[in-house]
């Protein structure tokens, strides 16, 4: 299985539960698990991180260095008539211009997971709201609609086995 990362998924665990500086064995996984092929982040989802970035920004300057951004990196091209498809199913057939523009870039994501539905898994922070409508909706519920599986950052390190001990458990 591949799993490809929202940006929010790295920019909560540094600002939340697994600090750089605190918690370096998680970082030192997610790098093993990227240059392994088992994580990875879309070329738009990557832009849309630095496109953030901040000045004294420890996140940014880990995944902007070379050898991180590399391995994280999903050097694929998107399909972009999957892109159309979950828009057009996922959110909405006729999003106005202001709507399309509040999607940002998670049709793109749930795009790459398209291209391979059974060996590919969408890793989000956003949580399930199914009563949400059009450009509001959640990833979630817009994979559920188009047939591509996510899931939620904890379940993420439970099914490739993170743990904090994880290099020397062999």
């Known amino acids: 299985m591949l799993y490809l990362l929202d940006a929010n998924v790295l920019i909560t665990a540094n600002s939340s539960y697994y600090p750089l500086d605190q918690i370096p064995e998680f970082w030192s996984w997610v790098y093993d698990q990227a240059t392994s092929n088992r994580i990875k982040i879309p070329r738009e989802i990557m832009e849309e991180i630095k496109a953030g970035r901040k000045d004294d920004d420890p996140l940014l300057d880990w995944i902007c260095t070379a050898e991180i951004?590399?391995?994280?990196?999903?050097?694929?091209?998107?399909?972009?008539?999957?892109?159309?498809?979950?828009?057009?199913?996922?959110?909405?057939?006729?999003?106005?211009?202001?709507?399309?523009?509040?999607?940002?870039?998670?049709?793109?994501?749930?795009?790459?997971?398209?291209?391979?539905?059974?060996?590919?898994?969408?890793?989000?922070?956003?949580?399930?709201?199914?009563?949400?409508?059009?450009?509001?909706?959640?990833?979630?519920?817009?994979?559920?609609?188009?047939?591509?599986?996510?899931?939620?950052?904890?379940?993420?390190?439970?099914?490739?086995?993170f743990r904090t001990g994880w290099k020397t458990s062999g």
Do not use: M, W
């Open 69 to 161: 951004e590399a391995a994280l990196l999903l050097d694929e091209a998107v399909d972009s008539a999957l892109v159309q498809q979950v828009v057009t199913a996922g959110y909405a057939p006729d999003l106005r211009d202001d709507e399309v523009e509040k999607l940002g870039r998670d049709p793109f994501l749930i795009a790459y997971a398209l291209v391979h539905p059974a060996q590919r898994t969408v890793v989000t922070t956003e949580v399930s709201r199914p009563s949400t409508r059009r450009a509001n909706r959640k990833i979630p519920d817009v994979c559920q609609a188009v047939g591509a599986l996510s899931c939620g950052p904890f379940a993420l390190n439970k099914a490739l086995g």
